[in-house]
């Protein structure tokens, strides 16, 4: 059962560019929505998380939007850099259920930003 | 201020050999959660650590367990391997469980021939 599906796989933007990022989710327990960011040979790292309270998060160049009704929420990526080139997963968790603490990751999505 | 770290960084063993990876949270925090990703996918859910006891537990075999120690140090091993194991071995840590963020160190490689 894929609890979170994450789209595209891959995707290519010019430097400069806006770089989006889709995933949706299937339980409406989930109340925690993280992105992650992975470079080659690192550990996943932490970029930006958003709670159901709120619609839009953004924090420098990333926003995420969360479309509660719909069970969806994007990773915007404004301004897109070659160093932003990496491997981009989200997340969800059930903070007050039987499963709290466990992060159930998607797919992927490997960006490339061209110069 | 130390983040998350893990040893050693790759591994490599043979069919049916038991493996011991081990973790030490980020400073401040008490709460360590292993996950296993392989190559292409993302990382899936072992098991937490809490108060030295194992809390939630993901959708693997008991060939996987782990230990945490008063330090909040942790240690997943693996016994009997098998090559489907092969894998890149992730611990995160975090404050308290539910929903605080989980950070995680660079990973284990561990490689089975």
């Known amino acids: 059962q894929q609890q979170v599906k994450q789209s595209p796989q891959s995707l290519i933007v010019q430097k400069g560019g806006i770089s989006i990022i889709n995933c949706a989710y299937e339980?409406?327990?989930?109340?925690?929505f993280p992105w992650y960011q992975q470079f080659p040979g690192k550990g996943p790292a932490l970029l930006i998380a958003i709670r159901p309270d709120v619609s839009e998060k953004k924090e420098g160049r990333f926003t995420i939007s969360f479309n509660k009704s719909a069970k969806q929420f994007s990773l915007h990526i404004m301004d897109s850099q070659p160093g932003d080139s990496a491997t981009y997963f989200c997340a969800v968790l059930n903070a007050g259920g039987t499963s709290y603490g466990k992060l159930t990751f998607g797919q992927g999505t490997i960006l490339t930003v061209h110069p | 201020d130390a983040g998350v770290t893990q040893s050693p960084t790759h591994l490599i063993k043979t069919r049916g050999q038991q493996v011991t990876l081990r973790c030490s949270p980020k400073s401040g925090h008490d709460t360590v959660s292993w996950y296993q990703q392989a190559l292409g996918q993302g990382p899936q859910f072992i098991f937490q650590y809490y108060e030295e006891e194992e809390r939630q537990r993901g959708n693997f075999p008991d060939r996987f367990s782990g230990h945490q120690f008063p330090n909040y140090s942790s240690e997943l091993n693996v016994n009997a391997l098998l090559l489907g194991d092969s894998a890149l071995y992730l611990c995160a840590s975090s404050w308290g469980t539910g929903d605080q963020p989980q950070h995680f160190g660079d990973g284990t490689r561990l490689s089975i021939l």
């Open positions: 339980n409406t327990a989930f109340d925690y």
